[in-house]
């Protein structure tokens, strides 16, 4: 049973009522991240995420976690490039307790100096991290090369200058814009009543002042560039980006279907060919990257070094092929059944349903129907598959990102 409902000040709260569990997951969502970051604010939106865990005007950094321990509760974050995620999870008989502390450094961090000295050498040394992970650093050159070095071409984690200059008067202003009512929601998913969950919600948020966040444009303009950055390693990483389907296209099911087939499994075109027929390389994979009014098709590879050109043009014989032929009525039916498969898993996980409910709301201001859903899978046909094919593939838009032992960029 799933239950929806807006407090007076705009925070909106929808629960998901899981029988026959023992357990509750809780996220407070906000719909802010990279892509509404300045130049100047770059990472501030995950810099916040972190300090938000380090103290309440009634708990310490350590008491958070040790309350959070003492109840058995699991208690994370998340940034992206539009939403930030703050959660927990508990068993049913500690919710209320997991959501209180939740809900305390939510609303009432402060943000000590100490803290801040200390976590800006945290969120650099995961820079640099970064810096020494070749596959998340050809992500993230990908994403630049798409969309430039704005919006939501922007990295997350933003820059060490950035993050050894962020004042406590950064930080409050940021919320002040964006964590602002009507850009919250609380989802919760597990084993919780519907009044329960409401009481701790108007509790804790009821006296929230009413406010909205701050508009700011995103552009979704594509750049088609081709970048690399040179790296001494053994491997060269590639990334191919293309112009997809934006959130709530009504071609969203079938290109996530078409994703399937391309490289989104095990038995995917680039997974067969690029590694098993091949042998160029252990990691291949594409995904889609849907976001308001854009969206990108993202083919990744790890590969060696002196197999770079073969794997790039294997890679491109897949698309090539798959542009030509379209996909077979099995590969289709078989990427169904996973796309399926996968939304009806999510029904029997916690975490998956608070998610996916709470991002619906941020994302689109509407509930989440899984009946609508299986639905709409069920509905697309071949042809719907093609048009898809058609309009993805379109190299005046293309994107590349190469990172390793290389000189020059990969060719568009």
């Known amino acids: 049973m799933v239950h929806f409902k807006t407090l007076d000040n705009g925070v909106r709260l929808v629960v998901n009522t899981m029988e026959g569990l023992m357990s509750v997951s809780i996220g407070i969502l906000v719909g802010t991240g990279a892509c509404v970051e300045t130049e100047e604010e770059n990472g501030i939106s995950h810099f916040i995420e972190h300090m938000m865990f380090k103290g309440t005007k009634k708990r310490t950094a350590f008491q958070i976690s040790d309350e959070m321990d003492r109840i058995g509760a699991q208690v994370n974050a998340f940034t992206g490039k539009d939403l930030t995620c703050y959660y927990a999870k508990s068993i049913t008989e500690n919710a209320p307790q997991a959501f209180e502390i939740l809900a305390d450094f939510f609303l009432n961090s402060t943000f000590p100096q100490h803290e801040m000295v200390r976590e800006k050498g945290v969120v650099i040394e995961e820079i640099n991290m970064t810096e020494d992970t ?39 202003d940021y919320i002040a814009k964006r964590y602002t009512a009507d850009n919250i929601v609380i989802a919760m998913a597990g084993n919780i009543d519907v009044s329960a969950a409401e009481d701790l919600a108007e509790k804790y948020f009821g006296n929230l002042s009413s406010s909205s966040a701050q508009k700011r444009e995103v552009s979704t303009e594509c750049k088609h560039q081709s970048l690399i950055r040179n790296k001494d390693i053994e491997q060269v990483h590639i990334a191919l980006a293309y112009p997809s389907v934006c959130r709530g296209d009504k071609n969203s099911e079938a290109a996530q279907i078409m994703n399937s087939v391309l490289g989104g499994s095990m038995s995917s075109r680039l997974f067969q060919t690029v590694r098993e027929k091949l042998g160029l390389a252990y990691t291949v994979y594409s995904y889609l990257s849907p976001y308001n009014g854009t969206g990108a098709l993202t083919i990744y590879a790890g590969v060696n070094a002196q197999n770079y050109k073969k794997s790039v043009d294997a890679v491109y014989k897949c698309i090539n092929e798959l542009k030509k032929d379209n996909v077979t009525k099995e590969e289709f039916e078989r990427g169904k059944e996973q796309m399926k498969a996968s939304f009806i898993y999510s029904q029997e996980s916690t975490s998956s349903q608070m998610l996916l409910y709470g991002k619906e709301l941020i994302y689109n201001d509407r509930l989440f129907n899984f009946s609508d859903k299986i639905e709409k899978i069920n509905s697309v046909t071949l042809d719907d598959i093609a048009e898809v094919i058609s309009l993805n593939f379109d190299e005046r838009y293309k994107a590349a990102a190469v990172v390793g032992k290389l000189d020059e960029p990969l060719e568009l």
């Open 134 to 172: 070749p596959d998340d650093l050809c992500l993230d050159l990908i994403g630049e090369a798409y969309y430039g070095q704005t919006g939501y071409g922007r990295n997350i984690l933003g820059t060490p200058e950035n993050v050894n200059g962020f004042t406590k008067k950064n930080i409050k």
